[in-house]
């Protein structure tokens, strides 16, 4: 198969939906999937045996979720335009508004759907400003008790996202007793909470038991079914990007050009500033360099066995989450295909993007 193509491999990703499937068994959260950290439909057949839908950040993914991933499909958005919000409700069994004018705005038109609010406990975990909910002055919600008391009867939920990359359990604890501590009268008067993404309860040595636990508690104490939306914790560690060495370099360190670009191919680790994750041996150093013409275009620095010439494959691990969705035509460098390693082995490619596809994407 032509590198450079994303290979998500069903054997690396079962771990993670089985342990979805056991939080959901043992606590009685329903777990839909965030398309906004992965939307590749072609393996939603096996996502949605362990998960019961998905939620959404705008009316594509609506709609994708509705006709790709069997159950439920949540819609919420930043804010939805007056044309969209028909098709918004035609196509979902929840809408969750992101404020209450959005609320007001479309309070007529959704009466008889299922309507939620989004809001902003202003506590998070995000080590990140640009992606904090709980920022200064944060668009992300309504943050009011008295003002959300206010609309109580025209919705029956709410959905928190306030947990992002946490990895603690302790911390998540602590803030949802904060959550309940402040929202609490409101929470026991609606019917069902999303607790919202973030929660790597799908890492190695998490506490599952202790967090079903929770989710239960919180769930009988408060009358309400509980939601969950993992992004990444349902895909983490499931996907590599393949890519072959064209060139090597030495300009005082070792250089490797590969057929790709992280500007392109895996934008969000550039944002964050962060290096590409590949498993290393030997003593070897390598800079492992994108083939765009941005300077900064660079995978990280890496260990090898040996010293790397054209022609050789490298795989960069982990680059589902965040990273599918972001790809981008710059400089014109091949979209990467994609392919799938079925649970008996195998290998098939089930997306290739040419010349055409480039071309469409502008006008
Ligand atoms: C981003 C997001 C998620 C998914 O977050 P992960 O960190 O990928 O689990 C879920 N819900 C909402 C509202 C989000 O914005």
Known sequence: M??????????????????IARLRALSGARTLLALKCFATWSVFDLMSEY?????????????????KFPGETHAYSVAWA??????????????????????????????????????????????????????????????????????????????????CENADFDRFDAMLTQ???????????????????????????????RLAERLKRFAGENGVQVYLEPGEAAITNSTTLEVTVLDTFDTGKNLAIVDSSIEAHMLDLLIYRESAKLEESGDQHWMICGKSCLAGDIFGEFRFPTALKPGDRISIQDAAGYTMVKKNWFNGVQMP???????????RLVRDFTYADFSAALS
Not at 2 to 19: C, F, G, M, S, V
Not at 51 to 67: I, N, P, Y
Not at 189 to 207: A, D, K, V
Request: no cysteine.
């Open 82 to 163: 007056d044309h969209e919000i028909d098709e918004v409700l035609r196509q979902s069994d929840k809408v969750i508004f992101n404020s209450i004018g959005q609320l007001a705005r479309f309070e007529e038109v959704s009466r008889d759907h299922v309507r939620g609010l989004r809001v902003n406990p202003g506590v998070s975990t995000s080590d990140f400003d640009l992606a904090d909910p709980a920022r200064p002055f944060s668009r992300l919600g309504e943050q009011d008790p008295a003002r959300i008391e206010q609309v109580a009867d025209q919705i029956s939920g709410f959905m928190f996202h306030n947990n």
């Open 337 to 347: 295909a994609i392919a799938i390693r079925e649970l008996d082995g195998t290998t």
């Open 179 to 209: 959550i309940e501590d402040r929202f609490g009268a409101l929470i026991k008067r609606m019917q069902w909470i999303s607790l919202g993404g973030g929660i790597h309860f799908t890492g190695e040595g998490y506490p599952l038991d």
């Open 2 to 19: 032509q590198t450079p193509y994303y290979l998500i491999d069903k054997a690396r990703l079962l771990p993670n939906l089985e342990k």
């Open 51 to 67: 998960m019961d839908g998905t939620t959404s950040s705008s009316l594509f993914e609506v709609k994708l979720g509705r006709e």
